[in-house]
Nanobody, 128 residues
Framework: EVQLQASGGGLVQAGGSLRLSCAAS????????IGWFRQAPGKERERVSCISSSDGSTYYADSVKGRFTISSDNAKNTVYLQMNSLNADDTAIYYCALGDNDVEAGCDYGLRLGIHYWGQGTLVTVSS
């Protein structure tokens, strides 16, 4: 059974940092993408970032470029999202998801094709 366990959310002041973790287990594919999504109250779900397992290529939404960094520890099957310079607009429930990867077009395109598993959300609250 594939499981994604997201953790690391919490309450932080504006300008602060948090690191989210997504621990994956139960799958055997060598080519996949793991992405972070977020959904704020009253807003649509937003794709934040993703990383490809095959070459480590990444994607960032414009809203987080330069502030968030995604990385992976393949030995631990864990993907991290380091979030710096947080602001109130980053307040949301953050979800990790595992889906398709596209070697040529990247993880973002791959995840648009198919997401197969979702982790539970972890709440990030940024106080201003």
């Amino acid at each position: 059974e594939v499981q994604l366990q997201a953790s690391g959310g919490g309450l932080v002041q504006a300008g602060g940092s948090l690191r989210l973790s997504c621990a994956a287990s139960g799958f055997t594919s060598d080519d996949y993408a793991i992405g972070w999504f977020r959904q704020a109250p009253g807003k649509e779900r937003e794709r934040v970032s993703c990383i490809s397992s095959s070459d480590g290529s990444t994607y960032y939404a414009d809203s987080v470029k330069g502030r968030f960094t995604i990385s992976s520890d393949n030995a631990k099957n864990t993907v991290y999202l380091q979030m710096n310079s947080l602001n109130a607009d980053d307040t949301a429930i953050y979800y990790c998801a595992l889906g398709d990867n596209d070697v040529e077009a990247g993880c973002d395109y791959g995840l648009r094709l198919g997401i197969h598993y979702w982790g539970q959300g972890t709440l990030v609250t940024v106080s201003s």
